[in-house]
């Protein structure tokens, strides 16, 4: 069993930075590919980003590639997403999530989810 909690949400102006982190309890966490996804009121939740249970790959949405940043540490079972550089698009609840699948974009192949953090871009 994988507990995740997220943090570090809040409201940022464009073009501003945040980082989330996702603290998992559980001693298998390590043995997770990790990612994030996110959901917009009105909207369907989307993948954003995804890293192997070693940290050796990631994978990004168009939408956010080359301003968010995906990491793991295993030893803290943390996972981190930075993110520069926010639009006001970017404005959703964000959730992290463990799946034994390698650089999934579905969020049904995701075993664990956390809670959410908020994340708003003013314009």
């Known amino acids: 069993q994988v507990q995740l909690v997220e943090s570090g949400g809040g409201l940022v102006q464009a073009g501003g930075s945040l980082r989330l982190s996702c603290a998992a309890s559980?001693?298998?966490?390590?043995?997770?590919?990790k990612g994030w996804f996110r959901q917009a009121p009105g909207k369907e939740r989307e993948f954003v980003a995804a890293?192997?249970?070693?940290?050796?790959?990631?994978y990004y949405a168009d939408s956010v590639k080359g301003r968010f940043t995906i990491s793991g540490d295993n030893v803290k079972n943390t996972v981190y997403l930075q993110m520069n550089d926010l639009k006001p698009e970017d404005t959703a609840v964000y959730y992290c999530?463990?799946?034994?699948?390698?650089?999934?974009?579905?969020?049904?192949?995701?075993?664990?989810w956390g809670q959410g953090t908020q994340v708003t871009v003013s314009s």
């Open positions: 999530a463990a799946s034994l699948y390698v650089g999934s974009r579905k969020a049904n192949e995701y075993t664990y």
């Open positions: 559980g001693r298998t966490f390590s043995s997770y590919n």
């Open positions: 890293v192997s249970r070693g940290g050796g790959a990631t």
